[in-house]
């Protein structure tokens, strides 16, 4: 420990600092790419859920294009009971099911089982807020076009909520980072795993730090590319 | 090809008897249930609309006129009654044949209700995709529509971008998109400064006369049943209480409510503070108050100076204007008459044989 601080005091501005420490560079960035791999894998696979879930809730709801009371009421159940367990206690619930999925309980892509099966309820939850928000007008107006539920929510729906589903992709992202920092823990791989081991359990301060100044630009790239996207979008309506 | 299709068209037409009247509603009624209690939106309405009127309803916000226009294409589902549009009873219809039957009931809208992730050109080709016509036949049918609402230059333009009655053109030609029979307008001009009310009415009576399509038009604005309309109906507390040629309930309506909404844009009232000069002020003969109401040919003749020349009276002009229901002048006048009693009474006795209506006000 006591060795560690002189050396990066004395070595942080010396020229052997970063040859003496490469493996560090080698580390956090082998981390950084298992943390992309694992949460964009995760998102894409939530989504592929999770939206037609969204859908699903808010087009059974009283009233609605597809209203069906039963359906809502389970869904909507279902997808409180997942959301109150806390990530950490689920990632070891589903254990049993990783091992059925993937053979494995541990590594990158073990963790990608539990990252999305958490986030499934929540993108359900972000997509039914953003298809709230169009007016019933609109899809008023394409009933009364003739249209038939699957084109409402094709033709309507998804892409007038388009900039609001966006927003909750980068939303789910940045979750997802968080997640996989937990998931790390229980050997999930990434920067989590890293940040534990080496920062936590090894007392690397170095590598802690560095982890979480990684995260920190990923999670800004992450909101920054949704604000993009939003913005062109928008700019482009307007 | 096209002569045989007319020849089949009028032969069947003659064989079926096509009936003169496009939409038939008998019986209507509408119950809203809420967790309290039951509220009666429509309450036993009958209505016919004959092909290639323009019809409007006019009734005050909560009197039930909204929910008959949904009514009509099923966005609400009546309690009871049949609506028959173009011989099809629309109540009974499964859903395949609802969306078919939707397809030809054009509908516009208050707020527009055009899809912002769309240019002006695809929302107008939204209904023809949901017909599942063929692209090129759509995307040619998109370019006359615009031309014909002129917006033809909007076409790559988004909504957001538009003015509230360039929308409207839009929701306009897109409703006309599937060669509707019957296009329904849902307080279309409601949202819209007075003058782009004017362009857009206009638009829609060009296109009533162009393509004879059956407008019913829901307002609470007599302005726009004056301008458009060929005849209308007064709804009230979910009845229809009065159904009229426009011109005719203009110049006599038959209820207070249809009185009020005349009232609203014809000023007829004169103020009391003046009439109570008046009246002082002739003290020492005989003055009397009254309205005279005139529609088309007697507009034009000089009545009231006849009058005064053959009763040797003074007529004193109060208020006076006159409009157009349908390109048939309508008026009214008050007059103040002043004179021996017995001249008086004689003179609106000639007033009324020459066809005026007349209303003693004092």
């Known amino acids: ?238 | 090809m096209s002569y045989y299709a007319n020849m089949i068209g009028i032969i069947k037409g003659t064989l079926i008897g096509e009936a003169a009247h496009l939409v038939e509603i008998t019986n209507l009624s509408k119950i809203y249930h809420t967790a309290h209690q039951e509220i009666l939106a429509l309450d036993n309405v009958s209505l016919s609309i004959k092909r290639g009127e323009i019809f409007g309803i006019i009734g005050l916000s909560g009197a039930g006129k909204s929910t008959l226009i949904r009514c009509i294409n099923m966005l609400e589902k009546p309690t009871r009654g049949s609506i028959i549009v173009d011989g099809q009873d629309i109540t009974t219809l499964n859903k395949q044949e609802l969306h078919q039957a939707r397809q030809k009931i054009g509908m516009i809208f208050q707020q527009f209700n055009l899809l912002s992730s769309r240019t002006v050109f695809d929302n107008v080709m939204f209904p023809l995709e949901i017909a599942h016509t063929p692209i090129k036949q759509a995307r040619q049918r998109v370019g006359e529509l615009l031309e014909m609402v002129g917006i033809a230059d909007k076409a790559r333009v988004y909504p957001d971008q538009l003015s509230g009655g360039q929308k409207q053109r839009v929701g306009i030609a897109r409703a006309l998109a599937n060669d509707p029979k019957l296009l329904l307008s849902d307080e279309a001009t409601s949202a819209l400064d007075p003058q782009t009310t004017r362009s857009i009415l206009k638009l829609l009576k060009d296109i009533n006369s162009q393509f004879n399509l059956t407008i019913l038009l829901i307002t609470h604005d007599m302005n726009v049943i004056k301008q458009a309309c060929d005849r209308v109906a007064v709804i009230s507390d979910s009845q229809i209480v009065e159904v009229g040629d426009v011109l005719s309930i203009f110049s006599n309506p038959g209820t207070p409510t249809s009185q009020s909404f005349i009232n609203a844009i014809v000023n007829k009232d004169v103020p009391e503070e003046y009439t109570d000069n008046l009246l002082r002020t002739h003290s020492d003969k005989y003055s009397c108050l009254i309205r005279v109401a005139f529609i088309g040919s007697s507009a034009g003749e000089p009545l009231i100076s006849s009058m005064i020349k053959k009763y040797d009276i003074d007529a004193n002009i109060l208020y006076g204007n006159i409009d157009r229901v349908k390109d048939i002048p309508f008026g009214n006048l008050t007059l103040e008459l002043i004179g021996e009693r017995e001249a008086v009474d004689q003179s609106m006795e000639y007033l009324k044989r020459n066809g005026l209506e007349i209303e003693v006000i004092s």
């Open chain 1, 1 to 238: 420990m006591g060795e560690y601080i002189f050396a990066v005091n004395a070595g942080i501005l010396g020229s052997d600092f970063w040859t003496g420490n490469s493996w560090i560079i080698e580390k956090v960035l082998q981390a950084t790419w298992e943390t992309l791999y694992m949460v964009v894998i995760a998102t894409a696979l939530s989504y592929l859920f999770g939206l037609p879930l969204g859908v699903i809730l808010v087009t059974t709801e009283e009233g609605h294009i597809l209203e069906s009371k039963g359906i809502n009421r389970i869904l909507g159940t279902i997808i409180n009971a997942v959301r109150s367990i806390p990530f950490i206690i689920f990632l070891i619930l589903v254990i049993p099911f990783t091992r059925l999925v993937v053979g494995t309980s541990i590594g990158t892509v073990a963790s990608m089982v539990p990252l999305t099966l958490a986030a499934i309820p929540f993108v359900a939850r972000v997509v039914e807020t953003s298809l709230k928000e169009i007016e019933w007008g609109l899809i008023e107006a394409a009933l009364s076009m003739g249209a038939n539920a699957w084109q409402v929510i094709n033709k309507v729906l998804i892409p007038e909520a388009r900039p609001s589903i966006i927003m909750g992709v980068a939303i789910t992202t940045i979750n997802l980072v968080g997640y996989s920092a937990m998931a790390g823990i229980v050997g999930g791989g990434g920067l989590g795993t890293l940040a534990y081991y080496y920062g936590y359990q090894r007392y690397e301060d170095l590598i802690m730090w560095v982890t979480v100044i990684v995260l920190i630009i990923f999670v800004q790239c992450v909101q920054m590319l949704g604000d993009k996207m939003v913005a062109k979008m928008t700019n482009q309506r307007r």
